[in-house]
């Protein structure tokens, strides 16, 4: 079976599902249906599929044609098709690796915004001020490509930078894009604070959760501690006078949030509770994805939060990502240019997908 057939074959029950699924919602009631929003969600998800595989049955006829017409005996025509051919060809293949990613891709939460935590590792004051770098690199990645960027809770580190950061990114493919990012970051530099030039090693971890809709997981009252308490560091002298602080304690599990980067306390609380839903649902996703380790220990978005993915090389101006062993220019990744790492990437786990086929 060749490449053709297996998007064939795959669009044809993608077909069928969006079928269903307009079926189902004419059936339901916006208003009252839990799994009403759920829908919308998967009918815009295939729609993502079906649509460039519209342009893309197009696009092969057209360069059929224009194959042909190249061998014409009119010379002009047959120039003139020639000319056609490689944009063509170029196009066809954009489109085709865009749809393989999709088609292939077996994670049902792909679509939806991330939340992204990032945490200082060895290193101290150093790998605080990484944090700091790697949550600019991102927020300007994410200003490239037209997402937002919501800050969720930061600690501070006396040195400055943050013992770690969290916040939510919202946009077209962020999730998707973004969970290549999941792992250890390595940076190799001379701190600001070494006197005799010595290159030092520091750390931090990435973790990427889709965000979750109250819908998708519910949270038990009877299961929350919430608290309410003073907000700590620095924000002017409105900060300590009232109590809009908030900290959130899963009893079961024993998973807790703190929030205190708005002085509305129901803001915080609305934060708080968004993100230990990520978190919970993250372990359950986690879980599920773990009954398919042998398949995915070949592929570059394995989700594993201790793997090294990357190290940030300042004396050598390089960034290089250990999953597939290519380098990049630490200039180009400070300025959020990222499209080319993620690209790498996603041509490297579409290849080791195809290969699982």
Not at 2 to 20: D, S
Not at 150 to 179: Q, W
Not at 257 to 283: D, F, I, M, T, W
Not at 318 to 340: A, C, M, P, W, Y
Request: net charge negative; hydrophobic share 35%.
């Amino acid at each position: 079976m060749n490449l053709v057939e297996i998007l064939r074959e795959r669009i044809q029950k993608m077909e069928r599902r969006r079928t269903e699924i307009e079926n189902a919602i004419s059936k339901q009631d916006a208003a009252k249906s839990p799994g009403y929003a759920s829908l919308l969600r998967e009918l815009g998800a295939v729609g993502k599929i079906l649509d460039p595989w519209q342009e893309y049955a197009s696009t092969a006829e057209q360069l059929s044609e224009a194959r042909e017409l190249a061998e014409s005996k009119d010379g002009e025509i047959a120039e003139l098709a020639l000319e056609e051919v490689p944009d063509l060809e170029a196009r066809l293949l954009e489109l085709e690796n865009g749809i393989l990613d999709r088609v292939l891709d077996d994670d049902p939460d792909a679509d939806k915004p991330a939340i992204v935590e990032i945490r200082a590792g060895t290193g101290g004051g150093e790998a605080a001020l990484f944090v700091s770098d790697l949550f600019r690199i991102y927020s300007k990645f994410a200003d490239n490509q037209g997402w937002k960027v919501e800050l969720l809770e930061t600690t501070d580190s006396d040195s400055g930078g943050f013992k770690e950061i969290f916040f939510k990114v919202k946009g077209e493919d962020a999730f998707r894009l973004m969970r290549y990012e999941i792992g250890g970051h390595r940076v190799q530099r001379v701190p600001a604070t070494e006197s005799q030039g010595r290159i030092h090693t520091s750390a931090a971890t990435v973790a990427v959760m889709p965000e979750v809709e109250e819908t998708d997981f519910v949270l038990k009252p009877e299961d929350l501690e919430i608290t309410a308490m003073r907000s700590s560091g620095p924000g002017g002298q409105s900060v300590n006078k009232t109590s809009s602080a908030i900290r959130v304690v899963h009893i079961p599990t024993g998973e807790t949030v703190k929030c205190q980067v708005e002085k509305s306390q129901l803001r915080n609380k609305e934060r708080a509770l968004g993100l230990l839903r990520a978190r919970l649902y993250e372990k359950e996703r986690m879980e599920r994805l773990a009954k398919e380790a042998e398949m995915r220990k070949s592929q570059v978005g394995s989700g594993d939060r201790s793997q090294r993915i990357r190290t940030y090389n300042w004396p050598q101006n390089r960034v290089t990502d250990h999953r597939i062993g290519s380098n990049f220019s630490l200039e180009q990744v400070l300025e959020g240019k990222l499209s080319s790492v993620f690209e790498a990437l996603q041509r490297a786990d579409r290849e080791a997908k195809l290969a699982s086929l």
